[in-house]
């Protein structure tokens, strides 16, 4: 099968087929591919993209890529279908039965359908003939009062991936100091392994290579060495950022991203080999892949191998048949102020505040997650919950780049000015599949525009000075801080403001001076 299979001629003029891929290489080959296909729609001026992919992990990493689409591309609209096996025509039926054109244009003519009924949605889960069609919301949850019950058991012994990190430091803090964790309970995962300082095991581990990994002495030494504690859960944090415009991706750059995301599925594997099961798994994933975001393709894609598993399950191929199957609690962290990525005095700190996004505590974040450690914890061996998914995340949705995202219209309230409170704290976000409403109002919300100015160019002026911290209308945008990611930001923001659609080109070229862009810009306003 090609990777990709787009229908041409057909009820859907860019629609696209996702062969299911077990393995994370095709998949990368699939997104590749993906993308390579959007910047040539791009180029010829945007238009509607609908992805058909399987409802389980093995269409996670075009599946993910793609929701970077719209935030860089506003000119192309994306459309994530679902499909359980049984609705799956290229997967369950028989190759001939398969490739006839009248069954296929007929099915693809159901499926256009079944998008067009739904085109202010993003994403849709569609099961067996005559089944409601599912797509996700977020459901709003207080911010959790301080808990004097444990949220984990601290006689069991926990592994944590990417350990050796700002989050990875703040959760072991919390393991040691809250929930009384003794230190040769927990055990680090990193590729370097250092000694840390509070007397935890740290481990030296490559989670990249499966291989490397099954042969690791220190860790199998530990899992062998037991004695008869249990295993109390995984956490997996592991992660790396490598941004960049979808123009500029290639599949290293995407693997890069994937790889140390996808480590959990080998670490798993290792655990059953082993006769070690945990009773969940928490994955630490982002509020890009939740939402999107301009920049940041890869690092959707990565996560939504994560998003995916709590959403559909791991599949087959990633825990061998008869093993134990733990539970699945995957967050969506926004960004965190204290440590990690998006630290204060970071470049991603001060865009997270711009698109606002505000950069939790680690208190806040740490006493939300604690929460949903507690939720996942519910159940019985014989009897275990469902998997969990919950976003923590202070937004002001009306300033970020999601006031109109599906996901969020159950969370985003509109008040009278009187009436509105301050910021709330952090809050925990559940993300329950819901039937899909039979009408839903897309609800955009935009500054106003300047007025009273005399063209269209003092008027971006006016704006644009408003989002630059430096001014020097002679110099080159590279010379003023702004790179390409910047770059796209700033053209979002202008579109939303003016209610326009000014290509990614007019901004793109860093090497133009800010004179020049506000010529190109004001006779477009």
């Not at 990633?318 to 990690?340: M, Y």
Request: aromatic share 6%; proline share 7%; glycine share 8%.
């Amino acid at each position: 099968h090609y990777p990709l299979r787009r229908q041409r001629q057909m009820c859907i003029r860019d629609s696209i087929y996702v062969v299911p891929q077990p393995d994370l290489q095709a998949q990368l080959a699939q997104t590749s591919a993906f993308l390579s296909l959007v910047i040539s729609l791009a180029d010829a001026g945007g238009g509607r993209l609908v992805l058909i992919c399987s409802a389980d992990s093995m269409s996670s990493l075009p599946a993910g890529a793609s929701k970077a689409v719209p935030l860089e591309y506003p000119e192309i609209s994306v459309q994530r279908l679902y499909l359980d096996a049984e609705a799956d025509l290229l997967r369950s039926s028989s190759k001939d039965f398969a490739t006839n054109r009248f069954v296929r244009d007929g099915w693809v003519a159901w499926l256009a359908s079944v998008a067009a009924s739904a085109r202010v949605e993003c994403d849709m889960r569609v099961r067996s003939s005559g089944q409601p069609l599912m797509v996700p919301r977020l459901a709003p949850l207080p911010v959790p009062a301080p808990a004097t019950d444990s949220a984990i058991d601290s006689s069991a012994v926990y592994l944590i991936t990417g350990g050796s990190g700002g989050l990875g430091g703040a959760l072991v803090d919390w393991l040691l100091d809250v929930q009384h964790v003794p230190p040769v309970h927990v055990v680090l995962l990193s590729r370097r392994g250092q000694l840390h300082p509070r007397g935890v095991s740290s481990i030296a581990a490559n989670l990249s290579d499966a291989a490397s990994l099954s042969r690791n002495e220190s860790l199998t030494q530990v899992l062998r060495e037991l004695d008869g504690r249990p295993l109390g859960g995984i956490f997996h944090l592991a992660g790396v950022l490598d941004d960049g415009l979808i123009a500029n991706l290639d599949e290293r750059r995407v693997a890069s991203v994937v790889s140390p995301k996808a480590g959990i599925f080998p670490l798993l594997s290792l655990c059953k080999d082993m006769n070690v099961s945990p009773p969940w798994v928490l994955l630490a994933s982002s509020t890009s892949s939740l939402f999107g975001y301009a920049g940041q393709a890869n690092y959707c894609a990565a996560n939504a191998l994560l998003d995916q598993a709590a959403t559909f399950g791991l599949s087959d191929v990633d825990i061998s048949a008869g093993a134990q199957r733990p539970r699945i609690l995957t967050i969506n962290f926004g960004p965190w102020g204290e440590v990690g990525m998006a630290r204060e005095g970071t470049k991603a700190h001060a865009l997270s505040l711009a698109s606002g996004e505000t950069p939790m505590s680690s208190a806040d974040a740490i006493g939300c997650m604690a929460q949903a450690l507690r939720a996942i914890r519910s159940g019985t061996p014989s009897e275990p919950g469902p998997n969990l998914q919950f976003c923590i995340a202070q937004v002001q949705w009306w300033r970020s780049p999601w006031p109109d995202h599906p996901l969020v219209q159950g969370v985003l309230r509109r008040t009278p000015a009187s009436l509105r409170q301050p910021p709330a704290s952090p809050a925990a976000l559940a993300a329950p599949v819901t039937p899909a409403p039979s009408a839903v109002s897309s609800a955009v919300v935009v500054g106003s525009t300047a007025t009273g100015l005399a063209d269209g160019r003092a008027r971006a002026e006016a704006w644009m000075r408003g989002r630059l911290s430096e001014w020097d209308p002679e110099s080159m945008l590279a010379a003023l801080g702004l790179d390409s990611l910047d770059l796209v930001q700033l053209r979002n923001a202008f579109n939303k403001h003016f209610r326009t659609e000014v290509a990614l080109s007019i901004f793109s070229n860093a090497s133009q001076t800010l004179n020049e862009l506000l010529d190109r810009v004001g006779k477009l306003v």
